[in-house]
Each structure stands twice: as structure tokens, then as C-alpha cells.
């Protein structure tokens, strides 16, 4: 066996033979990372890269360019400058848009998508009415439910004969409603009107429901029908026998001259109307047992009025009340009126029924508009929405169908908190790039009633962000000598890829190196919204021990700062950490760092190593981001 080449004349020859076995096992343990001249950084598969060769756009995608000048090359004395292949673009994979915008010449992205009413049938659609009626029969009953307006105790029910041969029918009903016919006959295709008339003597004030029943052979029909029986001036007790008149010594006779409730289909509350001869104080009480007029008031005037209303609420369904109103004028004299009423159960009004008392709000689909208008460069969305009554508004949005029975489990992405509103608009951020997404949009009304509309949109794809790697500024060479320079080389990218790298040189603190223009981007694609990739700066010094040794780089980014001994080199590492896509525009301007012009609007972030001892290089790095459009 020859001796080691280079052998110090002072080394016995067995113990430098020992020596160079041992360099050689260590050398297979060694991290793949050193500074070795010249060695080439291996390109990944996942982004853009620039070559030099390449044109002066870099080969960047259509749709964006380097907002700057191409940096310089690196301006230190000694350059040694390794080349990287050019790695292909990070896409989204594209999804075929299953949206249907609005009618227009050139329909996609930047059209408006009206969403559907959910549970109601597509506008411009007509049913054949006959289609509702029940398996045998050929007559249809309309309307049913038959929900009659406040007060009024009279209406009609339409029979229509659906079938090809003429039907004989009946009808009947409870004792005290009066139908106009007991039965008839009805051709193929014609109808009849049934009138019917209730007998308000014969019910208390409130809510009154009844059946009528439609016969014909072999099949029964059961309209259900709702009425409100409004309180009467016969159904007032008052605590004197007299009768209210103007001016007639205040509350110390009867001063009430109108107590009003009014119903509503569409929930057991009542609205309260009060009128007095004289200013009073107005209060009532609501029980279901006789009221304690020494306990507190169901509501209050709270001054002195002439003409009062309130919203009598939180009753129960089908329930009978007493009611107690009392009015007490600036003497301290008392009047009051007295009262009961049943209150309605509340149903769903079919189109074209009045519904009786106030505005039923978003029992029914409250919601009039829903557009969502996906914005052209961006995956942002416009949502605009109108109710015809005052609402709070939430809107749903994922990749995946929305339970809309269930949407306590979903997450709003935008909504208009505790504020009613009738028109809102709000963008939709932070949708992924190129995608289907549901769109739910609900609205809620005072009184808890809900409203939906759904749909889908198809976003815009992402535009690609630019990551520009430009400077690295030496705070410690990691040198051990104070008056030697630091052999140091660097290595960007992020983890598992490296976009460039610099050869070993020597460098002092206080270094500034301007990173090689043609290794110093990539381009992400189709991101969307989330977070980047991480993104990382190595920085190696190696102090030769006068061995002639070899050891290989490797084809990594480290992620961890470290040390190998046997190959005299540490290295440490700068990285970005988390960010996301949102994030960017509150980093700070590329101009506070000292850049050129040209990036003074560009986000930049500054990546900083830890200190690591004064053995090892210390530094911070300079990262722009640029956004198309």
C-alpha cells in the first residue's frame, strides 16, 4: 500500500494511513451540503427558474414580469458562479366551469351568477296546477291552505275538474260556517267557486281553524282554513257601565275608545292598537290565566299618549289568552278593558294568498336578489343581495356541497353580524383559484324566520406571484480568525428545491452580495389563497485544514442550521416562515430596503438568521413578492 499523498513529514506513515481510512468512512455519514467550487444546484420540477441564456423576460408566464431591472451580477472580487437548470411552473390543474351566468355575448369570469331560491320552483317555469292534485282524484281544491285576510270571516274555494269525464261532488263542514252548496257536478276541464261565510257570534276573538271537506268518489279533500276573528266592541268588559265619550272626565270613567289586535298567519303574535280619549299611561297584560294586574305589564306606553301600538310577542301557538289593557291618565284615575283571544298556528302561504296582518318577512323567500360576479385576475368574488324586508345576511362558500340543513356545522365567510339590512354587497377573498365552489347565501329576519338561495361559481385562476431572491448582506463571516475573511457560498430556494447558488469566496462582515439575476426568481401559479411555500437562504463557511479533501453538496436546501466537523464547514439558515397569500400586501416596501425604484410598491420581507456562535455565518437576505394584474 502506497502512503497518503500529502502526508506531513511529521505524521508517522501507519498513523496517516489510519487517517485517511477514517476520512474515508466518515465521508459516507457526511450532511449533503458543503461549499465545493463549482458544484451545480439541481433543479426541482415544481417552479420557474431562469437561465442566463434565456430572453431578457426570464421565461416567466405570460401575465407577469419583474417589476425592476435584471440585478446585477454579484459585485464581490472573487466570483465563482454556479448555473441552475429551469424548473417548470407550479399550475392548478384546470376544472371545467359548470356555471350558468347571466345571458351574454361573451358568459365566464366577470359574468354575474344569480343563485336559485332554494325549495321554491325556477322562475319562468309553468306548472300545469292540475299536477298537484292527489293520486285517484281528479278534482283539485284551491287554494289550500285557505288563509283568509284579517277579519274577514267570507271567501271561496275554487273545484276544478282535471279529469276527462264529468264528477259529482259534495261538500261539508263544522256547524258554525255556512257553505253557499252542499254538492254539484263539474264537466272535464271546468270549475266551480264554493263559497263559505263563518258566523263570528259563534266565536270568541282570534284565530279560528276549521276543515271543509270536498268529496268525490273514491277520494276526500281537506282544506284546511285559517281565519282571525277581530275583537269586538261587544267583547270589551269595562270595570264601569258607561260609555267612553269625548272628554268624558278622563280615565275616572272609560277612556279607552279603541282596543285592536290584529293577527298574522304566519306566527301566533298579535299587534296591539290602543286609542284614549285623554293622555294615559298605557299598559297590558297577557296570560293564559287571569292576569295580576300587580305584576309586571307584558308592555308599556311608558308615557303619557292618546294613541299607542306593540307587538304583543313570544306566544305560543293554538292558545287561548286573557288580556287586560289599562289606561291611567296624569290624576292617577284608572280604566281598563278585558278580553281573550286564540292565537293562530302558523302555516306556509302558497303564492298568490294575502297573508293576513304584517308582512310575513323571510317566512317566506325574503331574498329578492343574489348575484355573485367573479372578478376578472382575481379569485376574488362581488356578492350582492336585497331582501324585501330588513335581514342580517350570511354567506356560505366550499369546494363541496353546503348542508343547508345543517349550516350551524359550516362557517360564514362573510356576513352582516348584528346590523338588519335590505341591501348589501361584500367581496368573497380568499377563494381557491380555478375552482366550482357552492355558494349558500341565508337571511334571517326579526322574528327568526329563515330565507336561503344557492348556487355555484367558478372562480378565476390565481395569478402567478413572482419570488425574487435579491440580496444577502454578511453580518458575521463565521471565520475563526479575526483577521481572516470567511469562505463563504450560498444556496437559495425552498425546501427540497433549489432555485440558485453561489460559489465559494471569500467575504468580510458588513458584505453585501447581489444575487445573479438569471438564478434568482420563480414563479408560483395557481395559489389562490393559503400559505406559500416556505422559502430558505444557506450561507456555509468552510476553513480548510490543508488536507485535500472532498465532499459533496448534495441537491438540498437545509432547513436547520449545523456543522461538519470532518469536512471543517458550518452552515446556518435563514427562512420565511409562514405566510400567506393575504398577508402579502402588509409586508413592507421593497424601497425600505434600500432596492431599486423600480420596486418601490413591490411587498418585500427580510429573512434573518439566528445566531448561531461567532464560528458561524451570520446574515439576512431581501425577498420581493409581485402579484400580476
Not at 281573550?340 to 298556528?345: E, G, L, M, R, V
Not at 363541496?400 to 377573498?429: M, N, R
Amino acid at each position: 500500500m502506497s502512503a497518503p499523498r500529502n502526508r506531513p513529514p511529521h505524521v508517522p506513515l501507519h498513523l496517516a494511513r489510519q487517517l485517511a481510512a477514517g476520512r474515508r468512512t466518515s465521508r459516507r455519514r457526511r450532511r449533503a451540503f458543503a461549499a465545493t467550487v463549482g458544484l451545480a444546484a439541481v433543479a426541482a420540477t415544481a417552479l420557474v427558474a431562469c437561465d442566463a441564456d434565456q430572453p431578457p423576460s426570464y421565461g416567466l408566464p405570460a401575465g407577469i414580469a419583474d417589476p425592476g431591472e435584471a440585478p446585477a451580477s454579484a459585485t464581490t472580487s472573487t466570483s465563482s458562479t454556479s448555473s441552475t437548470s429551469s424548473p417548470t411552473p407550479i399550475t392548478a390543474p384546470p376544472t371545467t366551469p359548470d356555471v350558468e351566468p347571466v345571458p351574454g355575448d361573451d358568459p365566464g369570469v366577470g359574468d354575474a351568477v344569480v343563485l336559485d331560491p332554494v325549495g321554491e320552483e325556477a322562475a319562468g317555469t309553468a306548472a300545469d296546477p292540475c299536477d298537484e292534485r292527489e293520486t285517484g282524484a281528479a278534482l283539485l281544491v284551491t287554494p289550500d291552505p285557505a288563509v283568509l285576510e284579517d277579519g274577514d270571516l267570507s271567501s271561496s274555494l275554487t273545484i276544478t275538474n282535471c279529469g276527462d269525464e264529468n264528477v259529482d261532488w259534495t261538500a261539508a263542514t263544522i256547524p258554525t260556517v255556512a257553505l253557499a252548496d252542499d254538492g254539484g257536478n263539474l264537466g272535464p276541464g271546468s270549475s266551480s267557486e264554493l263559497a263559505f261565510d263563518v258566523d263570528a257570534s259563534a266565536h270568541a276573538p282570534g284565530a279560528i281553524q276549521f276543515k271543509i271537506k270536498i268529496s268525490e268518489p273514491g277520494v276526500n279533500h281537506y282544506v284546511d282554513v285559517h281565519a282571525f276573528r277581530q275583537t269586538l266592541g261587544g267583547d270589551v268588559v269595562a270595570d264601569v257601565g258607561l260609555t267612553a265619550g269625548e272628554g268624558a272626565g278622563g280615565c275616572a270613567l272609560q277612556c279607552i275608545t279603541t282596543a285592536w289586535l290584529t293577527g298574522n298567519a304566519t306566527t301566533p303574535n298579535v299587534d296591539l292598537h290602543i286609542e284614549t280619549n285623554t293622555p294615559a299611561v298605557i299598559e297590558v297584560w297577557v296570560s293564559e290565566d287571569e292576569p295580576d294586574l300587580d305584576g309586571a305589564p307584558m308592555a308599556s306606553s311608558g308615557d303619557l299618549v292618546t294613541e299607542w301600538s306593540t307587538l304583543l310577542s313570544s306566544l305560543d301557538p293554538t292558545t287561548t289568552y286573557q288580556i287586560v289593557v289599562r289606561a291611567t291618565d296624569e290624576h292617577d284615575h284608572s280604566a281598563t278593558q278585558s278580553s281573550s283571544f286564540t292565537t293562530t298556528t302558523p302555516v306556509d302561504l302558497p303564492d298568490a294568498i294575502v297573508s293576513p296582518g304584517p308582512e310575513p318577512g323571510c317566512a317566506h323567500q325574503c331574498i329578492t336578489t343574489a348575484t355573485v360576479v367573479p372578478q376578472h385576475g382575481s379569485t376574488d368574488t362581488a356578492l350582492h343581495v336585497e331582501t324585501h324586508t330588513p335581514a342580517f345576511v350570511a354567506v356560505y362558500a366550499s369546494p363541496d356541497p353546503i348542508d343547508i340543513t345543517d349550516l350551524d356545522a359550516a362557517a360564514a365567510v362573510a356576513q352582516t353580524g348584528d346590523e338588519l339590512v335590505q341591501s348589501w354587497d361584500t367581496v368573497l377573498s380568499g377563494l381557491a383559484g380555478d375552482t366550482t365552489h357552492h355558494i349558500v347565501v341565508m337571511a334571517n329576519d326579526a322574528n327568526g324566520n329563515t330565507a336561503l338561495r344557492e348556487g355555484t361559481i367558478h372562480t378565476a385562476e390565481a395569478p402567478p406571484i413572482l419570488v425574487t431572491f435579491h440580496e444577502v448582506h454578511v453580518v458575521r463571516d463565521g471565520d475563526d480568525s479575526s483577521v481572516n475573511r470567511g469562505e463563504l457560498s450560498f444556496r437559495w430556494g425552498l425546501q427540497d428545491l433549489i432555485v440558485g447558488s453561489r460559489g465559494e469566496d471569500k467575504l468580510d462582515d458588513g458584505a453585501t452580495v447581489t444575487l445573479d439575476a438569471s438564478h434568482n426568481k420563480y414563479v408560483i401559479q395557481g395559489l389562490g389563497a393559503g400559505f406559500l411555500p416556505g422559502l430558505y437562504v444557506n450561507a456555509l463557511e468552510r476553513d480548510a485544514d490543508g488536507w485535500s479533501e472532498f465532499c459533496s453538496t448534495g441537491d438540498i436546501i437545509n432547513t436547520d442550521s449545523g456543522r461538519e466537523d470532518d469536512c471543517d464547514m458550518k452552515w446556518n439558515v435563514a427562512n420565511s416562515g409562514l405566510i400567506t397569500v393575504e398577508s402579502l400586501d402588509d409586508l413592507d416596501r421593497c424601497i425600505e430596503f434600500g432596492l431599486p425604484e423600480a420596486y418601490a410598491d413591490t411587498p418585500c420581507l427580510r429573512l434573518v438568521s439566528p445566531y448561531m456562535g461567532d464560528d458561524y455565518p451570520e446574515f439576512w437576505a431581501i425577498v420581493s413578492f409581485h402579484r400580476a394584474g
